[in-house]
């Protein structure tokens, strides 16, 4: 795995003259969508306007706007369709191999819904995910595979409608590691303590029938931005060392995301919520930017810290 000073380097020497070229071609394509989507727009209005004046039916005009998202999300997609996968090829794929050459990547897959329900990161099961940009192999010997991944539950009202609601969309992280754990230990953001304080959050917790048995942490500064669940309290704490819950803080504080870890089995999980895809190009921001090229790798290189202060920790281990 290449040093962040290294992964600069490489991005200023090889990849920044693709990103150029890309760069042009994202101009191009954004003036092109705007004056197609001011053709839609106008055109849209006008065919509304004249089945309303005919019928002078309310709900085609809901029905309306509803058909023009719709079908300009469909449009768009269309639209930025080839720029997304010379994108992937020529900036995403090499800055893969870059971090390290034994991870692959597969740019229309991503990490297998089982691991996504075997974490227990999040209590309800999707009905629907989908996902892209899926990486798998080895980084330092650590077995490794992620991806973007959205999980979604379907929602019914009285009346049949369908909705849909988000369970989790960002960054999910899968890695094997070499002892089974005996418990399952999961860690999540703590919102209920920094919402209502000390008192009630602390009574939010302890009550909280969806999880296993809540474990306070003697790090005043870890517990005020995560909560501990496990089914086995002594190996949750040899789990969280001190080095391991200063990573995690250290990866809330520089990532600015939600991060959620579960040990369970021979795997640990990570769900890093960003609520967007980490790989898909904007068309409307300069990719020129070294920071948004840049903010995956970052992750990366905190995500991968975690997994590798619990292999350092190996000998810890014979202890259980």
Sequence with gaps: MKSASELSDFYYK???????IL????RQLKHRIINIGIIYTVVFIMIGLTLFSATGDANIIIFGIFLYFVGGGAIYKYLIKDYTKEFKNKIIAPLISAFDENLDYFPDAHVNEQYFTRSKIFTSKPDRVKGND????TVNGIKIQFSDFHAQKKHKDNKGNTSWSTIF???FIVSEFNKNFKGDTIVLPDTAQSTFGNLVGNFLQSYNMNRKELVKMDDTAFEKEFVVYSSD?????????????????SFKNESKHPLSVSFRGGNIFLAIAYNKDLFEPSIFHSLLKYKIAMEYVQTLHLAIGIVEELKLNQKLWSKL
Excluded: C, N, T, W
């Design 14 to 20: 090889k990849l920044f003259p693709s990103l150029e």
């Design 233 to 249: 309290q002594i190996e949750a704490r040899y789990i969280l060392s001190p080095l391991l819950m200063s990573k995690l803080l």
């Design 169 to 171: 969309q960002g960054l």
């Design 23 to 26: 760069e042009k071609d994202r």
């Design 134 to 137: 899926f990486v798998k192999g």
